[in-house]
T-cell receptor, first 115, second 114 residues
Framework: EPEVTQTPSHQVTQMGQEVILRCVPI?????FYWYRQILGQKVEFLVS????????KSEIFDDQFSVERPDGSNFTLKIRSTKLEDSAMYFC?????????????FGEGSRLTVL | AQSVAQPEDQVNVAEGNPLTVKCTYS??????LFWYVQYPNRGLQFLLK????DNLVKGSYGFEAEFNKSQTSFHLKKPSALVSDSALYFC????????????WGAGTKLIIKP
């Protein structure tokens, strides 16, 4: 069964460092998303991406965040200068269509710990 | 503002008994409702959704959910719980208030005891 894969599964970094989280969406999917889940809190939408550009982003997704689809298979989330409060589980998701009724397929997450 | 509430942090059920995980929502217009499950150390996995039509929707692993418009609820149910159902369950809604991005409940930990 096709799945979304994410790397690394866990990354520990120092505050102020840059971090890149990688995702390989399901191959025929066209819509890509990043969500995050701070420990013990709700899942939060960060950004959606379609046709090589951001289609939607939340208030959380400020200038320190960026996304890219560099090679047609990977979908990356970059955090330029990490802060302690960026510590969370980051989930990548993809969907075959961008309709409001479609389900998302999630990766297993990348746990980011900022020290 | 659009919101989703899962009033129970944890639900404990004995194996073989029916289970219910509650979800209520607040959204303008017609909601699109989803349930996702998160097994330990795994990603979020789609279970079922309500878009339109029959209020009772069936999903993966024997789960079902009932959409109740008057009570603005979308409770997740299963007639006979399995130990393997133990996981974290998230209700989510899409509506015009959030420009159709998924808004998530806080999650309910379901523990099935043998």
């Amino acid at each position: 069964e096709p799945e979304v894969t994410q790397t690394p599964s866990h990354q520990v970094t120092q505050m102020g460092q840059e971090v890149i989280l990688r995702c390989v969406p399901i191959s025929n999917h066209l819509y890509f998303y990043w969500y995050r889940q701070i420990l013990g809190q709700k899942v939060e939408f960060l950004v959606s991406f379609y046709n090589n550009e951001i289609s939607e982003k939340s208030e959380i997704f400020d200038d320190q965040f960026s996304v890219e689809r560099p090679d047609g298979s990977n979908f990356t989330l970059k955090i330029r200068s990490t802060k302690l409060e960026d510590s969370a589980m980051y989930f990548c998701a993809s969907s075959a269509d961008g309709t409001n009724t479609g389900e998302l397929f999630f990766g297993e997450g990348s746990r980011l710990t900022v020290l | 503002a659009q919101s989703v509430a899962q009033p129970e942090d944890q639900v404990n059920v004995a194996e073989g008994n029916p289970l219910t995980v509650k979800c209520t929502y607040s959204v303008s217009g017609n909601p699109y409702l989803f349930w996702y499950v998160q097994y330990p150390n795994r990603g979020l996995q789609f279970l079922l959704k309500y878009i339109t039509g029959d209020n009772l929707v069936k999903g993966s692993y024997g789960f079902e959910a009932e959409f109740n418009k008057s009570q603005t609820s979308f409770h997740l149910k299963k007639p006979s719980a399995l130990v393997s159902d133990s996981a974290l369950y998230f209700c989510a809604v899409r509506g015009i208030d959030s420009n159709y991005q998924l808004i998530w409940g806080a999650g309910t930990k379901l523990i099935i005891k043998p």
